[in-house]
């Protein structure tokens, strides 16, 4: 048998959203995000917006509760499924 791999990127793949995007607005910063969004590259962006919920105390349990909330793609675990019984 021939050894595949098969790789998913996780944002608008395995979940249907942007996981920074997703975090960022479901812990309230949507405003700050939508503001600073035209000033600065993308990586800068989700530093400064980290920065920030760590400023206002957020935890990385509540991150982790955010993302657990997160949908997913509704063919992602089907096909997971049906990749893992390939072998």
């Known amino acids: 048998m021939t050894d595949i791999m098969v790789l998913f990127d996780f944002d608008k793949t395995i979940m249907d959203w942007d996981s920074d995007d997703w975090i960022v607005h479901e812990l309230g910063l949507t405003n700050l995000i939508d503001e600073l969004r035209p000033t600065m590259p993308w ?3 989700m530093d400064k ?12 349990e509540e991150i982790a509760d955010v993302l657990k909330r997160a949908t997913m793609h509704p ?5 997971i499924k ?5 072998g």
């Open 75 to 79: 063919r992602i675990v089907p096909a």
């Open 82 to 86: 049906s990749i893992h019984a390939l």
């Open 49 to 60: 917006m980290m920065g920030e919920l760590h400023s206002r105390g957020t935890t990385v």
């Open 43 to 45: 990586n800068s962006l």
